[in-house]
């Protein structure tokens, strides 16, 4: 075998050094799919809240930021990385707060959330070139994420609905479908499961508002799309689910419930306490909701796959909340023996946990802990069946690496450690898929090479002095890169700050 690749190397070589330029077949030219990711440069937008979600127009080569601090978009060409050109802002304030842009051949779309939130909120449609209002679309309450089809034609938004402070208006969630052409909206709601509320529940979904019916306690989160613009996939985070969305049919065609992780295995290993002085992964007889925040998509081999970040959340209210510590609660005897000390502080008298789930027999003490947040990345296939969880991963390779900033400095190891909050995918060619997972409270970029989808491999750490609290990813490839490079930019939400990776080869 080693000879045959010797002879074909060769072959290949002497084909390579013999062909003129002009007679070079781009086609059959080999791609290199080397991933060696850099520091670049850094864009400060502003203070805290100025650099949320970017989204990148190759046309123009600007880049377009939510800035919620300066409640506008702000604006920079960066055809010269080195020296990005900050330009006129898109000022957004008389509509509202801005969560989300996105862009797709010349247009750029911004989901804006209305000045009392519980009110319906805009999509702004506006034109890269000059900043243009195109169109401005009434959607649902609270529209957190805006995204294209990938064939450009449709603008998906999800609309959050969160409750007010007191928890006396809740709206629904819904998802908007905008087809640019038609000029018309389709808000789509969960009223039709209603119906399902048992069999979800009972298989790890999540409905627990006060007096809340299936409809009104969903929050859609994060958006993914097909490759084929027919599907989208929208995580339902507070609930622990996945809807699937018919595009074509403009239909919600199912919630999956996402169920519980097990920190008792072997593998999933945790952090649970932020008082016990030291930073170590042990088991514990705990359970946790996937609760993903970001998603995104993939097509590999002609197969779909979606990519979770399973951040968690929880609802901690005026007039509710679900959030407690296992050192609040009583448990029972049986399930967590006293002499085992599971209330102790060093164990896991400090992990929060909610209370909407755990006391199994209804007799006031918990047999069961339920935790925010499976501290991994999950892959799953189109009908959202778990292929793939990254385990104790994250947490492995940053205390390994970084123990100063494992679990931001030991001090979130009692809630949601690192908390994975974005995933971002770089196809090289359609050889080579790279997964980039930002920590929220690490301030750092996991890279993971995950062109076998049943096993990724952990490739590298990012991070840069300055930068906190990663809220967006965008990967931009070569062939629409200033640089004609791939570029990560990550879109840091604490420092403001948006800092530009690029692919040195």
Request: hydrophobic content about 35%; overall charge negative.
């Amino acid at each position: 075998m080693k000879s045959l690749l010797k002879i074909y190397l060769a072959a290949a070589f002497i084909t390579a050094v013999s062909c003129d330029d002009d007679t070079k077949d781009p086609l059959t030219e080999p791609i290199n799919t080397t991933v060696n990711f850099q520091y670049k440069s850094t864009i400060q937008v502003g203070g805290e809240g100025a650099s949320e979600i970017s989204a990148y127009d190759p046309i123009t080569k600007n880049l377009f930021t939510v800035n919620v601090e300066s409640q506008q978009i702000s604006i920079y060409n960066i055809d010269n990385l080195s020296t990005p050109q900050q330009k006129t802002p898109i000022e957004i304030g008389t509509y509202g707060s801005p969560n989300s842009v996105a862009v797709s051949n010349g247009k750029l779309a911004v989901a804006v959330e209305a000045l009392t939130k519980q009110n319906d909120g805009v999509i702004l449609l506006f034109d890269t070139t000059d900043s243009s209002l195109i169109e401005k679309y009434t959607v649902g309450a609270l529209p957190d994420m805006v995204t294209f089809s990938k064939d450009g034609k449709l603008i998906i938004s999800a609309n959050e609905g969160e409750p007010n402070s007191d928890y006396t208006i809740d709206p629904k969630g819904t998802i908007s479908i905008i087809d640019i052409a038609k000029n018309t909206t389709t808000i789509l709601d969960f009223a039709a499961f209603n119906a399902d509320l048992n069999s979800l529940t009972n298989n790890g979904f999540r409905v627990f508002g006060p007096n809340a019916s299936l409809e009104n306690d969903v929050e859609p989160e994060y958006i993914a799309v097909s490759e084929d613009s027919k599907v989208a996939w929208v995580s339902l985070q507070e609930n622990n689910g996945i809807a699937k969305i018919n595009l074509v049919n403009k239909t919600i065609e199912n919630i999956y419930p996402l169920g519980f992780k097990d920190y008792n295995i072997t593998g999933n290993e945790i952090d649970a306490s932020d008082k016990d002085g030291v930073k170590e992964l042990k088991n514990w007889p705990v359970k946790s909701m996937y609760q993903p925040d970001a998603i995104t998509s993939v097509n590999i081999n002609g197969t779909e796959y979606i990519i979770s970040a399973n951040e968690g959340d929880s609802r901690d209210y005026d007039g509710f909340s679900e959030e407690t510590r296992v050192s609040k609660i009583t448990l029972d005897e049986t399930a967590f023996p006293t002499s085992q000390n599971f209330q102790d502080e060093s164990k896991l008298g400090r992990l929060k946990i909610t209370t909407t789930l755990g006391d199994t027999d209804n007799d006031g003490d918990y047999d069961e802990l339920y935790s925010y947040g499976a501290r991994s990345f999950s892959i799953w296939t189109e009908n959202v069946d778990l292929i793939y969880d990254s385990g104790n991963s994250i947490a492995v390779e940053t205390l390994n690496a970084t123990p100063n900033i494992f679990n931001g400095d030991d001090g979130r190891s009692d809630d949601k450690g690192a908390e994975p909050e974005s995933v971002e995918i770089l196809n090289i060619g359609d050889q080579r898929y790279i997964l980039f997972v930002g920590l929220e409270r690490n301030s750092q970029v996991l890279v993971y090479d995950i062109t076998n989808p049943n096993a990724p491999i952990f490739l590298n750490i990012l991070s840069h002095s300055g930068d906190q609290a990663p809220e967006g990813l965008l990967a931009i490839p070569a062939s629409e890169s200033p640089s004609g490079k791939d570029l990560l930019v990550v879109s840091n939400e604490d420092s403001g700050t948006v800092t530009f990776y690029e692919n040195i080869q």
